[in-house]
């Protein structure tokens, strides 16, 4: 089993940043992509950023230049750098991991985390 700890969230306002950490622990060996997916209310959870091992990244359409996801192998770490914020990416952010990289990188991965509160103001 794996467990991931979401940190970093919390209230912005529009045009600013926020730094999103995901750390994992536990069977880590199985692990071959990590990623944030979000989720607003009435919606569907949908890809934020992904990551493989080999440095491999997705991101959707709405955040490609305004976000950065970055990976630390070693550390089993994933953080997701949030810039220009806009009141549309509020949502619950929800880490995600596993060991086939492209149902990380399109539906999310076998294990998932709490999700952690993001919130942009106009």
């Known amino acids: 089993q794996v467990q991931l700890l979401e940190s970093g969230g919390g209230l912005v306002q529009a045009g600013g940043s926020l730094r999103l950490s995901c750390a994992a622990s536990?069977?880590?060996?199985?692990?071959?992509?990590m990623g944030w997916y979000r989720q607003a209310p009435g919606k569907q959870r949908e890809l934020v950023a992904a990551?493989?091992?080999?440095?491999?990244?997705k991101y959707s359409d709405s955040v490609k230049g305004r976000f950065t996801i970055s990976g630390d192998n070693a550390k089993n770490t994933v953080d997701l750098q949030m810039n220009s914020l806009k009141p549309e990416d509020t949502a619950v952010y929800y880490c995600?991991?596993?060991?086939?990289?492209?149902?990380?990188?399109?539906?999310?991965?076998?294990?998932w985390g709490q999700g952690i509160q993001v919130t942009v103001s106009s």
């Open positions: 995600t991991a596993g060991p086939q990289t492209m149902i990380v990188l399109t539906t999310g991965g076998r294990f």
């Open positions: 536990g069977t880590i060996f199985s692990i071959n992509a």
């Open positions: 990551i493989t091992s080999g440095g491999i990244t």
